[in-house]
């Protein structure tokens, strides 16, 4: 017996077996009637068995013939099946995970992305850290996310493809009556002395702790110690008020009550955020998502450095990788590099 079967084999089969006529069954499978005669003969030698007693008059199934047809009826209904339940929309819903119901970037991604392809079902989550969305990512609980790539651990980056989307500004949080809550822009050599919370401790936000960190070394800043994450605009105000330590957060930061949010400068720190999904990944949404941050980005020049900005230079090999400039603009192809993370090319995927 053979270890498979091809299914066009069983349908050639069972099309002859309800006809009983090979003519008829070849022109209702828009076959020629060799070709169909050929797999029919092709299946009885697979299986070791006579299906069918052919004569100039009469085709009739043979007793195996007639043992064999149920089990290639239910055999075929379970593929349609299968092929219907991916054909209908190819899709599933697909689940993106926003971080934080505040940040801007991945939700303006996201509504444009239901504008591209209002047919597909693009739900989002609101879950805190790449890091922990990454393990979701990998294991097929979630599709899609945005986060910084390159803080990601080496094993989990080669499980996943990204497309860079935007440089995020960093930005500080302080109490309203910090005394650097006067100011318009902080200097990052303002806040030597601080101790500053960027989410140690939490595992789901390994990434931006890691950031956190590249940006504090040598310039006199403390990272503060782990503290349960904040959920709710209550429970920050509160956390904040006792610990009256600032927080390191991104420029579309949202307001919180009793605090101030003011934009680092000299120099511009910036958080490189990725769209992020699980390699080999194919949905019309997925398609649609990379469409949206492509002209997101390139309508609101996130992928431009500013002047003096700072970037770790492991972010910075990650971004010039996948094929993207200082300027925002991505490499010409004509320099035969490859765009690495964000998988091969495929008609209709790219932006």
């Avoid at 498979?4 to 076959?31: C, G, K, M, N």
Wanted: aromatic letters at 6%; charged letters at 25%; proline letters at 10%.
């Amino acid at each position: 017996m053979p270890a498979s079967l091809d299914p066009r084999l069983l349908r050639a089969f069972v099309a002859v077996a309800e006809d009983l006529h090979f003519t008829r069954a070849a022109a209702r499978l828009y076959v020629a009637q060799q070709a169909l005669s050929r797999d029919v003969r092709r299946l009885e030698r697979e299986l070791g068995a006579e299906l069918f007693v052919r004569t100039t008059r009469q085709v009739t199934l043979t007793p195996d013939g007639e043992r064999l047809l149920p089990h290639a009826r239910r055999v075929l209904a379970a593929q349609d099946d299968l092929l219907a339940a991916f054909a209908a929309g190819q899709a599933r819903p697909l689940l993106v995970d926003l971080n934080s119901p505040g940040l801007a970037t991945g939700r303006r991604v996201l509504y444009r992305a239901r504008e591209l392809a209002p047919d597909c079902e693009l739900m989002a989550r609101y879950e805190s850290g790449l890091t922990g969305a990454a393990a979701d990512l990998l294991a097929g609980r979630l599709d899609v996310s945005f986060g910084r790539f390159a803080g990601l651990d080496p094993a989990l980056r080669s499980g996943l493809a990204q497309q860079p989307v935007r440089y995020e500004p960093m930005a500080v949080v302080l109490p309203e009556d910090h005394p650097l809550a006067s100011l318009p822009e902080v200097p990052v050599s303002a806040l030597a002395g601080e101790t500053v919370y960027a989410g140690a401790g939490n595992p789901r936000t390994r990434e931006w702790t890691d950031l956190a960190l590249r940006l504090f070394e040598g310039r006199g800043i403390r990272l503060a110690p782990p503290l349960p994450m904040a959920v709710g605009d209550e429970e920050f105000a509160r956390v904040m008020a006792k610990t009256r330590n600032p927080v390191l957060a991104v420029v579309d930061f949202p307001p919180m009550p009793g605090a101030v949010r003011r934009p680092l400068v000299a120099p511009v720190p910036l958080s490189p955020v990725s769209l992020v999904w699980r390699r080999g990944l194919v949905h019309p949404g997925l398609t649609a998502l990379r469409r949206a941050a492509a002209r997101t980005a390139r309508e609101e020049g996130w992928l431009r450095r500013p002047a003096d900005a700072w970037l770790p230079e492991e972010d910075e090999a990650t971004m010039e990788a996948a094929g993207i400039t200082p300027d925002g603009r991505p490499r010409p192809a004509a320099t035969g590099r490859p765009r690495a993370g964000s998988g091969p090319a495929r008609p209709g995927a790219a932006p």
